[in-house]
């Protein structure tokens, strides 16, 4: 089925480890975006991209880098993991209506 | 102020009850508007566009104030399933969204 896909599902992480969480869409989507999901704060922006080779930064991007090499694969680096970054990410491509997430990555970081 | 604002939750309401929330947004220039639905534990899904005349999905009804700079969604008849936390969604002129932080509903038998 066309859509997002995010991988992996659960990832545990010592804190100082670094890690890449995987994004694919096959819709031909050009725009593509990270979020994290926080208790009673809501989806927050961490990296956006407008097309392959360009990308920019969000609200909160500190701590994270990202790349767009091809339209279809969106990758999030974690470069050094903390604490603070515990949370649900949530990858999505944007067509005219709105968007498509891909089911999540719940990082836990110890 | 946040960008975008919704009712605290939850909302616990009885099966077939008329349930609404409310969304404020900030940005006067703000162009579009959304509703999304998001299961615990799921991502988030588009439950509707919000247009200037108003519009109706079913048991759905989507509502938008420019000048109030307010939207809102209106469910009717409320069936267990509806049990989610609904998630304000605006643009602006640029590339990105804003998402409030969601209006938990439970639906209760």
């Known amino acids: 089925n066309a859509g997002v896909t995010q991988t992996p599902k659960f990832q545990v992480l010592k804190t100082g480890q670094s890690m890449t969480l995987q994004c694919a869409q096959d819709m031909n989507h050009e725009y593509m975006s990270w979020y994290r999901q926080d208790p009673g704060m809501g989806l927050r922006l961490i990296h956006y991209?407008?097309?392959?080779?360009?990308?920019d930064q969000g609200e909160v991007p500190n701590g994270y880098n990202v790349s767009r090499s091809t339209t279809e694969d969106f990758p999030l680096r974690l470069l050094s993991a903390a604490p603070s970054q515990t949370s649900v990410y949530f990858c999505?491509?944007?067509?005219?209506?709105?968007?498509?997430f891909g089911s999540g990555t719940r990082l836990t970081v110890v | 102020r946040k960008e975008v604002e919704q009712d605290p939750g939850p909302f616990n309401v009885p099966e077939g009850a008329t349930v609404a929330f409310n969304c404020t947004y900030s940005n006067s220039a703000s162009q579009s508007f959304f509703w999304y639905r998001q299961d615990c534990r799921k991502e988030p899904k588009l439950l509707m566009s919000?247009?200037?005349s108003g519009n109706e999905d079913g048991r759905f009804t989507a509502q938008l104030n420019r000048a109030s700079q307010y939207i809102s969604l209106l469910i009717r008849d409320s069936k267990l399933s509806d049990s989610a936390t609904y998630l304000c969604v605006v643009k602006g002129y640029g590339q990105n969204f804003v998402f409030g932080p969601g209006t938990r509903l439970s639906v209760l038998p």
């Open positions: 919000v247009y200037s």
């Open positions: 999505a491509s944007r067509h005219r209506d709105g968007y498509t």
């Open positions: 991209s407008v097309g392959a080779g360009i990308t």
